[in-house]
């Protein structure tokens, strides 16, 4: 829908040196008053909700590889070994931000959490496509059956590859995830864990985590965009709702933009309906992991935030159908 246009907005800003991922939002439902929380629900995974669950069970893992240089590089995550099919479940509470294929993992899961207040994206790998049990956007609990280990991609043999990354998913932000793995408890076990993560075991258990950023219909709850980084004026409740939203998760972001009254022809700028939010210096690899997070983030969220469709990096990506390049 309504490709024509869009076709030639990225092009014009891809040759000012800026990605735009493109956002056009649906008129508001007023189902929704607040974005994806990761706020705790009763936990399928049989651990309580709120806490943090093994990515596998002890007795069905054996640690082959830890974080750190290993043959010459970074390896950014720890590797349980285990049989093909041993299950894997969900670390934290949280919605899944990537499913399915990846470079060097075969098949793979990151799942983004709200844990204490900040986005903490947590990597699964090495599964077959049969094995990934969960597709993005999908809610998932602490200790929930998500896959099923494999040995798919670059690997000698079946494990499950293990990443933690504060701050959400992006290369080169993975911190030793052991302590983590230490302190949440067993799938199934009924128990809370020993210790908030990365905290010594004698420590409290975890509190649950904290509410995601709150958006009522209006947008009232958030604060307006600053001068600086873009105007709301002419934008409709939704596209204020997004570029808030955007900009309260992702500070580095510097403009965001959408209105003006020449729309090509099509009618999603001029009617305020679009939020272009611009990626600094994107064809480095930090602005591409950048953008990514942006884009699977809106993802996550696009029904509660009434998204018709993204573009970034030249991909059109409807909130139903399949994505196609354009």
């Given at each position: 829908m309504k490709k024509g246009g869009i076709v030639a907005l990225v092009a014009v800003l891809a040759a000012a040196l800026f990605v735009v991922l493109f956002v056009t939002t649906l008129s508001p439902s007023g189902d929704e008053d607040?974005?994806?929380?990761?706020?705790?629900?009763?936990?399928?995974?049989?651990?309580?909700?709120?806490?943090?669950?093994?990515?596998?069970?002890?007795?069905?893992?054996?640690?082959?590889?830890?974080?750190?240089?290993?043959?010459?590089?970074?390896?950014?995550?720890?590797?349980?070994?285990?049989?093909?099919?041993?299950?894997?479940?969900?670390?934290?509470?949280?919605?899944?931000?990537?499913?399915?294929?990846?470079?060097?993992?075969?098949?793979?899961?990151?799942?983004?959490?709200?844990?204490?207040?900040?986005?903490?994206?947590?990597?699964?790998?090495?599964?077959?496509?049969?094995?990934?049990?969960?597709?993005?956007?999908?809610?998932?609990?602490?200790?929930?059956?998500?896959?099923?280990e494999g040995n798919n991609g670059d690997t000698t043999g079946a494990h499950l590859h293990f990443e933690y990354h504060p701050g959400g998913w992006a290369p080169g932000n993975a911190v030793d995830p052991a302590p983590f793995y230490a302190g949440a408890a067993e799938p199934g076990s009924g128990a809370a864990g020993s210790g908030t993560p990365g905290s010594s075991p004698s420590t409290t258990p975890p509190a649950p985590a904290a509410p995601d950023v709150a958006v009522s219909a209006n947008g009232a709850e958030l604060?307006?965009?600053?001068?600086?980084?873009?105007?709301?004026?002419?934008?409709?409740?939704?596209?204020?709702?997004?570029?808030?939203?955007?900009?309260?998760?992702?500070?580095?972001?510097?403009?965001?933009?959408?209105?003006?009254?020449?729309?090509?022809?099509?009618?999603?700028?001029?009617?305020?309906?679009?939020?272009?939010i611009m990626i600094d210096n994107w064809p480095s690899e930090e602005g591409k992991a950048l953008g990514d997070q942006v884009k699977d983030y809106l993802w996550a969220n696009r029904q509660v935030l009434q998204i018709e469709y993204m573009i970034w990096r030249q991909q059109y990506i409807p909130s139903d159908g399949e994505p196609n390049v354009m």
């Open positions: 607040c974005l994806p929380s990761g706020t705790s629900v009763p936990s399928a995974g049989g651990v309580p909700a709120g806490s943090f669950a093994k990515p596998m069970k002890t007795g069905e893992a054996q640690l082959t590889s830890g974080f750190g240089p290993r043959w010459g590089t970074q390896h950014n995550g720890i590797d349980l070994a285990g049989p093909i099919g041993t299950p894997i479940y969900a670390y934290a509470d949280g919605v899944v931000a990537k499913a399915g294929e990846a470079q060097g993992f075969g098949q793979w899961i990151v799942l983004d959490h709200n844990i204490g207040g900040r986005v903490v994206s947590t990597v699964y790998g090495h599964m077959f496509p049969d094995g990934v049990l969960v597709k993005v956007g999908d809610r998932v609990t602490a200790g929930q059956h998500i896959a099923n604060a307006a965009l600053p001068a600086a980084v873009g105007s709301e004026e002419h934008f409709q409740v939704d596209t204020v709702r997004v570029a808030r939203a955007v900009h309260a998760k992702f500070p580095q972001i510097t403009s965001i933009g959408g209105w003006r009254a020449d729309g090509g022809g099509f009618d999603d700028h001029p009617s305020g309906r679009a939020a272009d």
